[in-house]
């Protein structure tokens, strides 16, 4: 039924969201910890890369918008994290962050 394809998508987006966002908490701590640089040599978008099969450009943005956001944006990682905004969104708010001319400007609006 047209209203099962529409609720199954629905569904699909929301757990997108958390598993991406479960992800994001992870690599996060990861970073902070140093554990594959110190464990395996390699720095932790690499060792994200090779484990999940992404293309390197992809884990460094991944790492990136974590590490950002959890440094900068606590509440906009927590909402990641919990899956009430997508990866996409939370890439937009990092990358507002990482540009120092409109930091401060762009904090009070997150």
Not at 4 to 21: A, I, K, M, P, S
Not at 96 to 107: C, S, V, Y
């Amino acid at each position: 039924r047209d209203v099962d394809l529409l609720t199954t998508v629905t569904h699909l987006g929301e757990l997108r969201r958390v598993l991406d966002g479960a992800a994001s908490r992870l690599v996060s701590e990861i970073e902070r910890r140093g554990v594959t640089d110190v464990d395996l040599g390699l720095r932790t978008a690499t060792w994200l890369a090779r484990a999940t099969g992404v293309p390197s450009t992809a884990a460094r943005a991944q790492v990136r918008t974590a590490v950002t956001l959890r440094d900068h944006a606590p509440d906009a990682a927590e909402a990641w994290a919990e899956g009430r905004i997508g990866e996409m969104h939370a890439r937009t708010v990092a990358s507002a962050l990482n540009n120092q001319r409109i930091r401060d400007l762009f904090k009070p609006m997150i």
